[in-house]
């Protein structure tokens, strides 16, 4: 009897402790992070764009109306801000930075409307701009209004909302109209 005591006493003592301190600790469940979907995901925009002045240089030149390459092109009414497409514009600008490549097709393939979608806006029609270089928001925007096709996403009617962002030198605008 005293083998019993002085070899299964002391396992049970330990067991006991490692169950009742088990219990008193509170428990984290861990969730592996998802990695396709971006409008599951959290993240800080450090999105270095004037909002305001874009904002209003844009819905300045969809005011008036203007020339893109020949083509004229009738006033059409104002864009709203969406933070969603911010966070679509922010994204593929980023990429662009990162990976150090200028393209309207991401690293993975994807398409402006595919990154649209990834973030959770659903959209009718979209568009996309993109610029590299140390601009301001003024400078940025002479140069998409003398493009032809820059300056026609512009000025879409269609699109209703906009987002753009500036990560380094890298811009992207993304314009839309939710479904």
Same mark, same amino acid.
């Given at each position: 009897?005293?083998?019993? $005591?002085?070899?299964?006493?002391?396992? =049970? !003592?330990?067991?006991?402790?490692?169950?009742?301190?088990?219990?008193?600790?509170?428990?984290? *469940?861990?969730?592996?992070?998802? *990695? !396709?979907?971006?409008?599951?995901?959290?993240?800080?925009?450090?999105?270095? @764009?004037?909002? &305001?002045?874009?904002?209003?240089?844009?819905?300045?030149?969809?005011?008036?109306?203007?020339?893109?390459?020949?083509?004229?092109? &009738?006033?059409? =009414?104002? @864009?709203?801000?969406?933070?969603?497409?911010?966070?679509?514009?922010?994204?593929?600008?980023?990429?662009?930075?990162?990976?150090?490549?200028?393209?309207? #097709? =991401?690293?993975?393939?994807?398409?402006?409307?595919?990154?649209? #979608?990834?973030?959770?806006?659903?959209? &009718?029609?979209?568009?996309?701009?993109?610029?590299?270089?140390?601009?301001?928001?003024?400078?940025?925007?002479? =140069?998409?209004?003398?493009?032809? #096709?820059?300056?026609? @996403? !512009?000025?879409?009617?269609?699109?209703?909302?906009?987002?753009? &962002?500036?990560?380094?030198?890298?811009?992207?605008?993304? $314009?839309?109209?939710?479904?």
């Amino acid at each position: 009897m005293k083998l019993f $005591f002085n070899g299964i006493m002391p396992i =049970g !003592i330990a067991l006991s402790l490692l169950f009742v301190s088990c219990a008193k600790e509170s428990t984290t *469940e861990i969730i592996p992070a998802n *990695e !396709i979907a971006v409008r599951d995901t959290v993240f800080t925009m450090n999105n270095n @764009v004037n909002k &305001a002045v874009m904002l209003e240089l844009i819905n300045e030149a969809r005011a008036k109306g203007c020339n893109c390459g020949g083509v004229e092109m &009738a006033p059409v =009414g104002p @864009v709203t801000w969406n933070l969603k497409l911010e966070q679509a514009a922010y994204l593929h600008a980023k990429e662009m930075r990162d990976s150090s490549y200028f393209s309207h #097709t =991401g690293a993975n393939g994807s398409n402006a409307g595919q990154r649209i #979608t990834n973030v959770g806006y659903k959209w &009718a029609a979209y568009g996309e701009n993109l610029a590299l270089g140390i601009l301001s928001e003024q400078q940025v925007m002479a =140069g998409w209004l003398n493009s032809p #096709t820059h300056c026609q @996403v !512009i000025m879409n009617a269609r699109y209703k909302e906009m987002g753009v &962002a500036l990560v380094g030198n890298f811009w992207a605008q993304e $314009f839309a109209e939710a479904k």
